[in-house]
């Protein structure tokens, strides 16, 4: 294998791929370099019904498949692996992989992704994409008129509440701390408690999430007192506990922010000369498949541009 290319794309989601459609198509040398496993957030989700061009709805390992069909259609290479180290100047940038593996380019796109934290039960895990999610806008159309839960005291776990209740009949918000600790801001928590729609439960943790195919209630702890209770009426379990950037291996490449995210300097550049960046690795605000789409194909325009002065 030649493992010279004009750019580098780190990571196999939907802003990844979208880059490579891009600048394969504008005969640049691409590579991919997807993860392991490949495909990111979307390979965990079911139905995508918000992405346009599909009226029916797509499932998310089938919406990345077609993605990439569409990237190898203009022989853009893959390494399904996971990227450890990037170093290197701009014009020369190389990437080692899990496995050992080194390729060298001119330009990087980053484009890892974030990753939802989660509880870590068996139960939840087992649950995934089976009433157990971590992305309300993505999911919460499946439960309409329905009795959910929401676990997190943050932000996220407010506007995930508020914005399920045009979907569920009633949301609990379970809070492992009290009314006085949570870390929601004081407007977007004060939306949550005027909605008639949504219950708080102090002090409670999710001990199991019940059913064997589909969830089909909660075994939550009161962290006081340690009584166990079941909430047998609850269909769906929205996590939002927070998310984690991957970005890891870039820590003392490029600046991050102070919770790890890709900082920004100039559209889709970053702080390095020659390394762009896409997707939920910089952005963790609107988190969908289609921005992230979007975003790919930005940084794959900029990257296109900074190396028409270094190709030919
Ligand atoms: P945060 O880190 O702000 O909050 C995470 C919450 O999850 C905390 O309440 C924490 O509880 C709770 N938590 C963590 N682990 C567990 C666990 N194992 N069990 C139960 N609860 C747990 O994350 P967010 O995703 O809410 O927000 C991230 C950033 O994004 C913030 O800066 C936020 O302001 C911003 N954001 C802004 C929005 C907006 O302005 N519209 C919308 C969404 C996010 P504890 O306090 O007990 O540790």
């Given at each position: ?7 580098i794309?780190i ?7 979208t ?10 040398k ?17 139905d ?6 599909f ?48 390729l ?57 509440a ?36 949504i219950?708080?439960?102090?002090n ?14 909660l ?35 490029v ?12 559209n ?5 000369e ?39």
């Open positions: 294998m030649d493992k010279l290319f004009d750019i794309i990571g196999g989601g939907p802003a990844g791929l880059a490579a459609i891009y600048t394969s198509r504008a005969f640049l691409t590579a991919v370099i997807a993860g392991n496993p490949p495909g990111g957030q979307l390979m965990l989700t079911t995508v019904d918000n992405f346009p061009g009226p029916d709805g797509i499932v998310g390992p089938d919406l990345i498949s077609s993605f990439r069909v569409q990237a190898e259609k203009y022989e853009t290479f893959f390494l399904d692996e996971n990227t450890v180290k990037i170093s290197g100047e701009p014009g020369n940038f190389v990437v080692t992989t899990d496995s050992g593996q080194t060298q380019s001119k330009a990087v796109i980053v484009a890892t992704g974030a990753s939802a934290k989660w509880l870590n039960l068996e139960s939840e895990q087992r649950l995934r994409g089976k009433g157990v999610s971590a992305c309300a806008t993505c999911d919460g159309f499946f439960f309409k008129g329905q009795t959910i839960a929401v676990v997190g005291a943050g932000d996220a776990a407010m506007e995930e508020t914005f399920l209740t045009r979907f569920a009949n009633k949301v609990l918000v379970l809070v492992r701390g009290t009314k006085e600790t949570m870390r929601a801001s004081k407007i977007m928590r004060q939306r949550a408690f005027d909605n008639p729609r219950e708080f439960l102090f409670t943790e999710v001990s199991e999430v019940l059913g064997d195919t589909v969830v089909a209630g075994r939550v702890k009161d962290n006081l007192t340690g009584e166990e209770k079941t909430l047998d009426n609850v269909t769906g379990l929205f996590v939002a506990i927070g998310h984690k950037p991957n970005t890891d291996f870039l820590k003392d490449f600046e991050l922010d102070h919770v790890g995210y890709v900082k920004i300097t100039d889709t550049r970053t702080s390095k020659g390394v762009f960046v896409a997707g939920d690795v910089s952005d963790f605000r609107y988190r969908q498949a289609v921005t992230a789409a979007g975003f790919g194909c930005m940084a794959a325009l900029d990257a296109e541009k900074y190396l028409s002065g270094h190709v030919g």
